[in-house]
């Protein structure tokens, strides 16, 4: 057993972020010494490890700390095609799904589990839809439960204070936004103010935009849909707003206007391009 210092010491974790984690999550779970002091045993270390991992790459202590406990409790994530195939059976419940997506999406660095995890989900819901094994109305359950699950870990995020945000949506006749929505997400993990405009934006709309929150950048992202609709509104934020730095991402196959920046294909890789173009705290604004 380990007094809390020690468990300080071992684990790199303050010991007042140790006391207010335990007071406010009930992670880790300590027991007392005969004079009412906290002991850690090994299970607490390694919880504590895990809590300051998931921290440190990106999550909120409250979603680490959700992620830790469901872990604990012995639930495992289910594979991409074992959380497609259950929905194919059914029914599932909505709380069994935001289950189902928390254990998946926060059990390690986000990115990675977006890479690894929750885009090959999307491609099985695609098979399964084209091969006629999935109706709509489950494909729609599923969407709407990722996006249910991003907003939830989107929103427990601080917003920085007098940040420039980046502006991130979809353009018209684009209309998966899960893409985005998680791109945004990542993106408010690592320190920036985000506005997420939503999907099927028209390009008078992202003009009015760029005006009005003067950000450091935009992120349009385009899968399979709306080419020439994405091209047309990548020129216009150009040609208006020269010195704006403008990406797209996802698979665009359309025209990309010169200046626009071209996102890799992976999230991990996506955040890592843009982060070295527009730094946290980076101020821009655009171009009169």
């Known amino acids: 057993m380990y007094t809390i210092k ?3 010491a071992l684990t790199g974790v303050p010991a007042d972020t140790l006391r207010a984690w335990e007071r406010r999550y009930g992670v880790p779970s300590t027991s007392r010494s005969e004079g009412g002091y906290r002991l850690y045993d090994d299970h607490a270390l390694d919880t504590v490890r895990r ?3 998931l921290i440190d790459g990106g999550q909120a202590a409250a979603q680490a700390a959700e992620s830790v406990l469901a872990s604990d409790a012995g639930d495992a994530p289910v594979s991409p095609e074992g959380f497609v195939e259950a929905v194919i059976k059914g029914p599932v419940s909505d709380e069994e799904l935001s289950r189902g997506l928390l254990l998946a999406l926060e ?10 995890w929750l885009m090959p989900m999307l ?5 399964a839809w084209a091969q006629g094994r999935l109706t709509s109305g489950q494909e729609h359950v599923i969407s709407a439960a990722v996006l249910r699950r991003l907003a939830i870990a989107y929103e427990r ?6 940040a420039t945000p980046v502006l991130v949506g979809l353009p018209t006749g684009s209309r998966h936004e899960i ?3 998680t791109f945004a997400l990542l993106l408010r993990q690592a320190g920036y103010d985000t506005v997420y405009l939503g ?4 390009t008078d709309s992202w003009l009015h935009a760029v005006d009005s929150y003067r950000p450091a950048a935009a992120v349009l992202s385009v899968l399979t849909d709306g080419h020439a609709e994405a091209s047309a509104t990548l020129r216009a934020l150009h040609a208006a707003h020269p010195a704006l730095p403008v990406f797209v991402g996802g698979p665009f196959a359309g025209e990309v206007p010169p200046g626009v920046r071209v996102l890799p294909s992976s999230f991990a890789a996506a955040f890592a391009a843009f982060a070295l173009e527009v730094p946290v705290g980076a101020g821009h604004g655009p171009s009169a």
């Open 199 to 202: 999907p099927d934006l028209p």
């Open 157 to 162: 995020l601080a917003v920085p204070v007098d």
């Open 123 to 127: 491609r099985r819901v695609g098979e």
């Open 179 to 181: 893409g985005a929505f």
């Open 51 to 53: 809590m300051r991992t």
């Open 107 to 116: 059990a390690g660095p986000f990115a990675q589990a977006a890479d690894s």
């Open 6 to 8: 020690q468990a300080s």
